[in-house]
């Protein structure tokens, strides 16, 4: 009998995984058992007229750059935090420190945010990349689990919760996808991604960050290695974040996703677009000039990008508005980065 080679994978990430994790449901292995839903829909609330607002602030201090970058796009209370439950999704796809993952300040920083705007309750959750769980293991490795607690939320790993299964439309490489449970269960959901180079999908910012709350069956390298990206925004079709929040305190320019060339950028991004926020992202790449992945191409021309455009996820060229802020310790490039990616993007 012939196997493919992604079975293969599949089978040996499994034997190390039911080796290391025997303490999660086999759910989180094979097909699991799952209530079909209709993710909810609603609109950006974070725009003005037609274009979808990003935030940009740089800076030294973490918590007052996250609330800048909120308050540039219009705050908190636009997506009405009060009296909900809110889930926040870092970057946990492995146990390495930022940028690999998300800084565990920042999170911090967004949980107390959340809870000082009235939110009831925050729960953080991830699930990492299937060679590297568990994702308990990973956050604690992180200080990501001290993070949240510090600040009063909870956390969960979505390995050891139930899935739903959605129905995409329109896709090429996938038909259906499983979400972790707690997508649909949080009022709300903060996307809190990092700034990276991906050698496998050229970058990692909000589109990719959604894929380490899918089922592990489903991740891009077992369903099509040279499809990464096209599959990695087709996937995000099943959820809308209510907010992206973006950490760019230090940002891997080169390389990744686990190890790459990282630049201390200060730079905090929010938006309530995800197509918005990761072109400004790309552009703060392409200023440093380092990952061809990036630099060859224009932000708009990027294949996340593009099938994300196909699929209605976001805005499109020329409705961008940027607005940017430089607080006190902000790096002396800031404003020149700021117009780099103003030229990348070619904000109206």
């Known amino acids: 009998m012939n196997y493919s080679r992604r079975f293969i994978l599949y089978l040996g990430g499994l034997s190390i995984v039911s080796f290391f994790s025997l303490r999660c449901r086999p759910s989180f292995l094979f097909n699991p058992k799952a209530e079909t839903i209709n993710p909810p829909k609603f609109e950006n609330p974070y725009t003005d007229g037609e274009n979808a607002v990003v935030g940009i602030v740089g800076g030294e201090n973490i918590k007052e750059m996250v609330r800048e970058a909120v308050s540039l796009i219009g705050g908190l209370e636009k997506m009405d935090v009060k009296g909900k439950s809110i889930l926040v999704k870092p970057n946990v796809v492995t146990g390495d420190p930022h940028?690999?993952?998300?800084?565990?300040?920042?999170?911090?920083?967004?949980?107390?945010?959340?809870?000082?705007?009235?939110?009831?309750?925050?729960?953080?959750?991830?699930?990492?990349?299937?060679?590297t769980l568990s994702t308990a293991r990973n956050m604690r490795r992180t200080g990501l689990t001290r993070a949240a607690k510090e600040a009063g939320a909870e956390v969960v790993y979505f390995e050891d919760y139930d899935w739903v299964e959605v129905e995409l439309s329109?896709?090429?490489?996938?038909?259906?996808?499983?979400?972790?449970?707690?997508?649909?269960?949080?009022?709300?959901?903060?996307?809190?991604?990092v700034i990276k180079t991906h050698k496998y999908a050229a970058y990692s910012i909000c589109f990719k960050n959604f894929i380490g709350a899918t089922h592990l069956k489903q991740r891009p390298y077992f369903i099509d290695r040279s499809h990464w990206e096209e599959i990695i925004s087709e996937i995000n079709q099943a959820y809308t974040p209510h907010l992206n929040i973006i950490d760019g305190t230090t940002s891997m320019i080169g390389g990744g996703p686990?190890?790459?060339?990282?630049?201390?950028?200060?730079?905090?991004?929010?938006?309530?677009?995800?197509i918005a926020a990761d072109v400004v992202g790309l552009g703060i790449i392409k200023s440093f000039g380092k990952w061809h992945k990036?630099?060859?191409?224009?932000?708009?021309?990027?294949r996340q990008i593009k099938t994300a455009l196909g699929l209605g996820l976001g805005v499109g060229k020329g409705k961008i508005e940027l607005r940017d802020k430089a607080l006190e310790g902000h790096n002396n490039d800031f404003e020149d980065i700021v117009q780099k990616v103003k030229r990348y993007i070619k904000v109206n």
Request: hydrophobic residues 40%.
């Open 258 to 274: 686990r190890k790459g060339t990282e630049a201390k950028t200060n730079i905090i991004l929010a938006s309530g677009d995800r």
């Open 99 to 131: 940028p690999t993952t998300t800084n565990p300040e920042v999170l911090k920083a967004v949980v107390e945010i959340l809870y000082k705007e009235g939110a009831k309750r925050v729960i953080v959750g991830d699930m990492s990349a299937l060679l």
């Open 170 to 193: 329109d896709t090429r490489y996938i038909q259906k996808v499983y979400v972790s449970e707690w997508i649909y269960k949080a009022d709300r959901v903060v996307n809190l991604p």
């Open 294 to 302: 990036v630099v060859d191409k224009g932000v708009w021309e990027q």
